[in-house]
């Protein structure tokens, strides 16, 4: 009995020190978080371990994500569209994404092509991401594996702020890989 009141309790300490948390946006500000280990890597095509995962989460906007109850939502991406087939997915992009430096002096337009440049970098030979079988269903994406030109793998930015996927087989879950940090953009 006295172990499940410790657990209430402790479960009642989080309830009151996160109550004060909002969901407003606010910009700036900073927050604290404690990792059991260093990052090993910071490339979100390329970091594995939980740590660079955790910080790669926090420092890059992916097009999609999960809510608190764990249901993929937009994040960059403002909407998005499915063909009837399920074989393509097009993005838009919200307004007002950026690139900062540190002194947020920089202000660097953040674009669709960011997106196709981190996702065509999974494939890239000199990369050597550990990704590329979670994005398989990319059209070309084999072809890239073996050598094909970036440009065929099946990811497009008609214009800033549109990214379009082709996938070679649909996949339900395909919006949920859009939410892993593999996905985050890269500026070329």
């Not at 996160?18 to 970091?47: H, I, V, W, Y």
């Not at 999609?64 to 993929?72: H, I, K, L, N, P």
């Not at 909407?79 to 660097?108: C, K, M, N, P, Q």
Request: hydrophobic content about 35%; glycine content about 6%; proline content about 4%.
């Amino acid at each position: 009995m006295g172990k499940n009141i410790q657990i209430i309790l402790m479960c009642l300490c989080f309830v009151i020190a996160f109550s004060g948390c909002s969901r407003g946006e606010k910009n700036g500000g900073s927050f604290t978080l404690c990792l059991e280990e260093n990052p090993a890597n910071l490339d979100p095509q390329m970091a594995e371990d939980t740590a660079s995962l955790m910080v790669i989460r926090n420092i890059y906007q992916t097009l999609m994500e999960f809510d608190e109850s764990g249901m993929v939502v937009c994040s960059a991406a403002k909407s998005y569209d499915i063909s009837d087939d399920g074989l393509t997915y097009t993005f838009a992009l919200r307004e007002g994404l950026h690139w900062s430096d540190s002194s947020l002096e920089t202000d660097v337009p953040l674009t669709a092509q960011d997106y196709v440049f981190a996702m065509r970098r999974i494939y890239s030979s000199g990369t050597h991401s550990p990704y590329t079988e979670l994005f398989s269903d990319i059209k070309n994406s084999s072809d890239c594996l073996r050598g094909a030109p970036l440009e065929e793998l099946g990811i497009s930015a008609p214009d800033d702020h549109t990214v379009v996927i082709e996938l070679s087989t649909a996949d339900c879950d395909f919006l949920k890989y859009m939410a892993h940090p593999a996905s985050s953009p890269c500026n070329k």
